[in-house]
């Protein structure tokens, strides 16, 4: 089973959510946990594994060969990204633009843009207690976490079989980096929060769910703060609250200090264990 925690902002608990999940299912379940908010990572807080091995990864970007080269604009016609531009008698590629579709090297008539190899990040892979973790992290100056992402989902697949379950902590938002972090799995939990932001941004997520056909519920995160129009919402759409983890200054104390928290505070405990019954019955219900 493949499931991403996703939110339409970020700061609405995902990572809280994934660890705590993550940890309380590798108790009786082969799991491997994925940090995908490759940009900021910071799964790795809260799950101080044991480093087992470590991956550079790769995108490939086109090279402009001057000499073989016949000028014919073609490369600069097929590129949507504008990374590769005609100037007078040169041919210019922005690395930071290209997103690595291919189109410019492999149209070139006369093979003047060769793809090469540019470091991008780094996969973690880590051993705590009974979960692996796996981390991944770009490096600073690069634009796009897309390509970084869809390495990590590959080396995930490689590495850990069907018979682990599989979760992503994915990156905020609703744009390219969350499409890729969600488009392969089987479930998809949104987390929110019960304020007009929360409200707002979880619209974006459910549309953007929608049109990807994923089945997903919702997690109402610092519950008790706010208004109900989160749950009014989710009542007119359909739509399952898998839990509420209520609003405690216990509950924000431990996780100041970096600490898990589904076997300290009894009440988040029992949310855990709702999500998961709940996860598993909308899955089935398939």
């Known amino acids: 089973m493949k499931i991403a925690i996703a939110s339409g902002k970020g700061g609405t608990g995902k990572t809280t959510l994934s660890t705590n999940l993550s940890v309380f299912l590798s108790e009786t379940e082969k799991v491997v946990?994925?940090?995908?908010?490759?940009?900021?990572?910071?799964?790795?807080?809260f799950i101080q594994g044991k480093l087992l091995s470590e991956h550079i990864q790769y995108k490939e970007i086109p090279e402009w060969v001057q000499e073989a080269c016949t000028l014919c604009?073609?490369?600069?016609?097929?590129?949507?990204?504008?990374?590769?531009?005609?100037?007078g008698?040169?041919?210019?590629?922005?690395?930071?633009?290209?997103?690595?579709?291919?189109?410019?090297?492999?149209?070139?008539?006369?093979?003047a843009l060769p793809m090469k190899p540019k470091e991008i990040g780094l996969i973690r892979k880590y051993k705590y207690n009974n979960l692996d973790f796996v981390e991944s992290r770009l490096n600073i100056g690069e634009e796009q976490s897309t390509q970084l992402?869809?390495?990590?989902n590959h080396f995930t697949d490689e590495n850990y079989n069907n018979d682990y379950i599989k979760l992503f902590d994915s990156p905020p938002g609703t744009s390219c980096p969350v499409i890729e972090a969600t488009k392969g799995v089987d479930y998809v939990?949104?987390?929110?929060e019960p304020t007009p932001f929360g409200l707002h941004d979880l619209k974006l997520a459910v549309d953007t769910m929608r049109d990807l056909n994923k089945k997903f519920g919702v997690v109402i995160n610092r519950y008790g703060i706010g208004n109900?129009?989160?749950?009014?919402?989710?009542?007119e759409e359909?739509?399952?609250?898998?839990?509420?983890?209520p609003n405690r200054r216990d509950i924000a104390e431990l996780y100041s200090r970096g600490e898990l928290l589904y076997d300290k505070?009894?009440?988040?405990?029992?949310?855990?264990?709702s999500l998961w019954n709940n996860i598993r019955k909308e899955v089935e219900a398939e």
């Open 33 to 45: 946990l994925v940090d995908l908010d490759v940009e900021e990572p910071n799964s790795g807080l």
């Open 73 to 87: 604009g073609e490369c600069q016609d097929v590129c949507n990204f504008n990374a590769v531009i005609q100037l």
């Open 89 to 111: 008698d040169s041919i210019m590629v922005f690395p930071e633009l290209c997103h690595s579709c291919h189109a410019c090297s492999g149209l070139c008539p006369v093979g």
């Open 149 to 152: 992402i869809a390495n990590t």
């Open 189 to 192: 939990v949104l987390i929110t």
């Open 228 to 235: 109900d129009d989160v749950i009014g919402y989710c009542e």
């Open 238 to 245: 359909n739509i399952s609250i898998l839990a509420r983890i």
């Open 265 to 273: 505070v009894p009440e988040f405990g029992s949310e855990i264990i």
